[in-house]
């Protein structure tokens, strides 16, 4: 019989004979938390409803975010709207993790893609879209968005630990 599970001396678990501590699962969680859309300029929107669920294993992180906003008002109308996250991410490299949009609703009738990328070392999920009328993929500003946001996505990422 081979080994199939190994419990680290210095702390998490390994499996299949694998030995190395960098290999090592030292992290599992699961919570809740209230997700806050705002501006790169750092204003709060306000939200009707806001619900988040994320599990946490090792570096990757799986949330589930459902928005229902009630005004941007204290948003500047260029800011890039972003979603806070339960984790900064990893903090080299670029484009950590990405959100997949399967519902939204916006003040503009000309985006037809809804989504968001999370980059290095930062806490948020930066929303993008693509208008349809050209080959871009634009940030999503408050006025991009007309002043209205409503969504329900996933967004995975890797963390710093």
């Known amino acids: 019989?081979?080994?199939?599970?190994?419990?680290?001396?210095?702390?998490?678990?390994?499996?299949?004979?694998?030995?190395?501590?960098a290999n090592a699962l030292d992290d599992y969680e699961e919570g809740t938390y209230t997700p806050v859309v705002s501006g790169t300029g750092g204003?709060?929107?306000s939200a009707n409803s806001a619900s988040a669920s994320y599990v946490k294993i090792g570096?990757?992180?799986?949330?589930?975010?459902?928005y229902?906003?009630?005004?941007?008002?204290?948003?500047?109308?260029?800011?890039?709207?972003?979603?806070?996250?339960?984790?900064?991410s990893k903090t080299s490299g670029n484009n950590e993790g990405q959100m997949c949009?399967?519902?939204?609703?916006?003040?503009?009738?000309?985006i037809s893609w809804l989504g968001a990328k999370v980059n290095n070392n930062e806490s948020y999920a930066r929303f993008q879209y693509h208008n349809g009328s050209n080959n871009n993929t634009n940030d999503l500003t408050k006025d991009a968005a007309v002043n209205q946001l409503n969504f329900r996505g996933t967004v995975t990422y890797i963390t710093n630990a």
Do not use: Y
């Open 101 to 110: 949009v399967s519902e939204w609703s916006i003040g503009s009738q000309n």
């Open 43 to 45: 204003w709060d929107a």
């Open 59 to 66: 570096t990757l992180c799986v949330v589930t975010i459902n």
């Open 68 to 88: 229902n906003m009630a005004n941007m008002n204290a948003v500047s109308g260029t800011s890039v709207l972003r979603v806070n996250l339960p984790f900064a």
């Open 1 to 21: 019989l081979s080994e199939k599970l190994r419990v680290q001396l210095n702390g998490g678990i390994s499996f299949n004979g694998d030995s190395a501590a």
